[in-house]
Nanobody, 123 residues
Framework: QVQLVESGGGLVQAGGSLRLSCAAS????????MGWFRQAPGKEREFVGA????????RYADSVKGRFTISLDNDKNTVYLQMNSLKPEDTAVYSC????????????????WGQGTRVTVSS
């Protein structure tokens, strides 16, 4: 089993920044990559980006490319999502997830999920 705990959400004005953290514990050596997803009210879960534990290869959704950056700290088993130039449409519950596959953008490919952290961007 892998446990994931997100933190860092909150309320921010448009144009501002937030950094989310996802602390992983348990059998993380079974996972190959970590993903960030978000779900806005009334909408489907949306891929934000993903990163591999080894090599730090990344992939981003077009909607966040150039504004969001995913990084990791292997020593702390923690993945970060730095969000800059936030827009009201970025408002959502953000969740991290772990996969034994590659940098998939499909939630179905992720085996473990955190509880999510809410991000609200005011205009």
């Amino acid at each position: 089993q892998v446990q994931l705990v997100e933190s860092g959400g909150g309320l921010v004005q448009a144009g501002g920044s937030l950094r989310l953290s996802c602390a992983a514990s348990g059998r993380t050596f079974y996972t190959y990559a970590m993903g960030w997803f978000r779900q806005a009210p009334g909408k489907e879960r949306e891929f934000v980006g993903a990163i591999t534990w080894i090599g730090g290869n990344t992939r981003y959704a077009d909607s966040v490319k150039g504004r969001f950056t995913i990084s990791l700290d292997n020593d702390k088993n923690t993945v970060y999502l730095q969000m800059n130039s936030l827009k009201p449409e970025d408002t959502a519950v953000y969740s991290c997830a772990a996969t034994s596959g590659y940098l998939s953008d499909s939630p179905a490919r992720y085996n473990y999920w955190g509880q999510g952290t809410r991000v609200t961007v005011s205009s």
